[in-house]
């Protein structure tokens, strides 16, 4: 299948007026990456078929769009790089590097990332010398140095640079649409393949080596990081008396909930059971994220800014809330069951309780969410100082919704038991979905229950606030990720809860039927900040009362 490939690429030659065989370069763009898709890529297309299997008559389908898509995608980019004296050269380096990444990735199963790239750079003179053999020189040959010299062989009939430029911006302007389009018709099924197996991009070649290169070339020579920005240097809170009450507030950020699926919200499921019968809590229900995935979410609602000023190197160049109620006197720690915390809680105390060993919360090497719990009443007990405490949750996120919840919270059936969102109805995937919500009630409701048994001794409060949402078929869209500004409501409209204790409501002076009274108006993770800092009394120049949610409430 690569012979003959190759030899296309030197027979398809058009015949020019004056009699002799050329090539145009859009036709070369074309062969060359259809040779790549083909004949370079056997380990991406091996393992999409085992992670698509059994193969049926819509699998065939996804497969064939997906190699439209890719041949598309690597057309356009070689189409950038189509021009006299830069397309041989560049392209005849891409070769003979594709053809020996082909090599390693089927005869030793590798996955191209950054550190695969770190280890082939301090690879010593030894190790290379065994690395060479007989079938990588052939692999070199024939996939690498053939097309190479057929590549310099073929007369490439190039246009008057006007024409060559504006023949480019048709060819770019055509793949774009057909790209755009394919990716519409199979969205759902692109999304969960892409998702759920990210490992898929690097196995795709060129483009796996590529990205890897320039991962591992920015972690070799970044410059040295600049100091964070210290924020709220001056706050501080007034002492507290000597017959006062430790308190502890607990924000807990959710992780892919969505309001509308909340019963608390008017849901027409019953996913609130227990929390429903919590006395006391208030749930918000006009309440929008920052962003719609947790990688800009969660530095967005910790940075002080709103998210029309937000900005991601800033959010990573300064500090945030967790560092200023720090440094106002207040104990801070994070407890993570995700993968991190994207900077937020770099400067705290923190822990992440999915590295817990195996047990009945963390089966399979994931945690339940319950995890965040464990200890947390003995640590309470332990407490003598007012202190914050931040639990992030892995939530509702998909697509692997069967695997955020027990068996025994399997209420709405069938659920969808896979990864796979395109071989269940969606029906299913809101099953699913909407069990994993009746366990975070669970979580949440036990945390309250949690709370209020150490209301002699401490004052707690609970703030519950996702990151984002989830699209769960509405508009041939699922999961989240999609850019704000054409993001459906359900990735946008998350749920916010508010509980405190009795004394909590007292000390900090808090009007909660004033509170209960305001559950409908319009908050977003704009508000978290500053509403954290006037909840806690926290004094400093940066406070903004007009987005603190409680000042209306504040006796």
Known sequence: MGYSMLSRLAALLRRSPAGSRVLRPELATLLIAAFFLLCCNLPFWRHLLVVEAPVGTGDWGLLAAGFVFLLLVLNALLTLLAFPCVFRPVVSVLLIATALVAYFMNQYGVMIDAHMVQSAVETDLGETRDLLTIKMLVYLLLLGVLPVWLLWRAPLRWRPAPRELLAKLVVLLISALLIVGIALMAYQNFASVARNHRELRDLLTPTNYLQASVRFLKQRYKTAPAALTPIGLDAKRPAAGAAARPSLTVIVVGETARADHFSLNGYPRDTNPLLR??????????????????????????????????????????????????????????????????????????????????SALCPEG????????????????????????????????????????????????????????????????????????????????????????????????????????????????????????????????????LWFSDGYLADFRLDAACMNAHRNDAYSHDNLFHSVLGLLSVQTAIYQPGLDLFAGCRR
């Open 277 to 358: 019968k919590q006395s006391g809590l208030i749930s918000l229900g006009n309440v929008h994220s920052c962003g719609t995935e947790t990688a800009v979410s969660v530095p967005c609602m910790f940075s002080g800014m709103t998210r029309a000023q937000y900005s991601d190197a800033q959010a990573h160049s300064q500090q945030g809330l967790l560092d200023v109620l720090q440094r106002a006197g207040l104990a801070v720690r994070w407890r993570d069951n995700q993968a991190g915390c994207k900077g937020v809680c770099d400067r705290v105390p923190n822990q992440n309780v999915s590295n817990a060993p195996a």
């Open 366 to 497: 994931e945690c339940l969410d319950m995890a965040l719990l464990a200890g947390l009443g003995d640590d309470i007990d332990k407490q003598q100082h007012d202190a914050v405490l931040v639990l992030h949750m892995m939530g509702s996120h998909g697509p692997a919704y069967y695997k955020r919840y027990p068996a025994g919270f399997e209420v709405f059936m069938p659920a969808c038991q896979t990864s796979q969102l395109d071989r269940c109805t969606q029906q299913q995937l809101v099953n699913g979905f909407d069990n994993s919500l009746r366990y975070t009630d669970h979580v949440l409701s036990s945390l309250i229950d949690l709370l209020r048994s150490k209301a002699a001794t401490h004052d707690t409060a609970m703030i519950y606030l996702s990151d984002h949402g989830e699209s769960l078929g509405e508009h041939n869209l699922y999961l989240h990720g999609t850019p704000y500004l054409i993001a459906p409501e359900e990735q946008k409209h998350v749920p916010m809860l």
